[in-house]
């Protein structure tokens, strides 16, 4: 039975993705203030946050198809500091101004969060400067990425960035 066993393992562990589906997430206390001086320091391009639900279907397949994807861990590790944040969630959290809040409005009245997912960029002064709600593939997300690492939001909205980078 060992004998049977083993290769039966062996074969589960070596189809499993190389990342695990939180490896883009970033660890932290809640702390977004701190967040930004981390960023800074880190010499990166912002902070990306990952509005999800629960219950949301879009968001489960973004986690499982996308997030997960070693392309998209790579380059978002690379130009980003990466956080999810339950839009229903009672979690306390300290906002990008150092104010106490809690998920759920940090979400809904600061950053007007109703459908989800949303994909958020903030600068690293906190301002949320890029935002896309709905579901985005692996090339959507790298190209809404790149978006915000070029600053192009500055000069043109994504719907016509995208056009030109087909």
Known sequence: MFNKLVPLLLSVFLTLPAF???????????????????AQDANKDGVFIFFFMDDCPFCQKME??????????????????????????????????????IERVFAK????????????????????????????????????GKYMVEKAYLQENFVRYKRKHK
């Open 64 to 101: 499982r198809q996308v997030l997960n994807q070693d392309e998209v861990i790579k380059y978002f590790k690379s130009h980003f500091l990466n956080y999810k944040i339950n839009t229903e969630s009672d979690l306390e959290l300290v906002d990008f101004n150092g104010n106490d809040t």
């Open 109 to 144: 009245r600061h950053n007007r969060i109703g459908a989800t997912p949303v994909l958020a960029f903030f600068d690293l002064k906190g301002n949320r400067v890029v935002r896309r709600t709905g579901f985005a593939n692996k090339q959507e997300l790298l190209l809404l």
């Open 20 to 38: 695990s589906e939180t490896a883009l997430f970033d660890q932290h206390f809640n702390d977004y203030s701190e967040n930004l001086d981390d």
